[in-house]
């Protein structure tokens, strides 16, 4: 009895382990893949130069030259 109690225990945590390590990677791998930023891509008419800004404006000015111009769209 004592020593299928100790089997049971050995073959338990490995067990254990693989479900964590599973948790943890399932946890990583959402943080890995959700977007890095929600800003939005802008590229000046005027110098071409590309930058971003907050996603909810609608027109941006140009950190360069002062532009104002629209979300560029790929
Ligand atoms: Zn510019």
Known sequence: MKTDELIMLYALIPVVAIIGYYFYFAKRRK????????????????????????????????PN??????????
């Open 65 to 74: 030259c002062g532009t104002t111009n629209e979300e560029f769209k790929f």
């Open 31 to 62: 943080q890995f893949t959700k977007p890095v930023t929600t800003e939005k891509i802008f590229r000046c008419v005027n110098c071409k130069m590309v930058y971003t800004d907050d996603e909810d404006v609608g027109l941006s000015p140009c």
